[in-house]
């Protein structure tokens, strides 16, 4: 079962890739510095339409900010 907040969106019937594994990291680095989900507050499908927006949250404040952004 896949969690929205760590999930690069793109054909779940192929296999993983380096991207996808960046993303899922970005998520945890984000929950380990936030202490939350990213999005916690919102159901999977409205995170996926926010990620198909690239629409993302602001971490340019955060420790390792540049890092997350980057993933």
């Known amino acids: 079962m896949k969690c929205a907040s760590y999930y690069l969106l793109r054909d779940p019937d192929l296999p993983n890739t380096v991207e996808s594994d960046l993303f899922a990291l970005s998520s945890i680095l984000y929950e380990v510095i936030a202490g939350e989900t990213l999005y916690h507050s919102k159901s999977d499908k409205e995170i996926e339409t926010l990620y198909k927006e690239e629409n993302f ?11 997350i952004m980057g993933c």
């Open 57 to 67: 949250l602001a971490v340019n404040e955060f420790l390792c900010g540049n890092v």
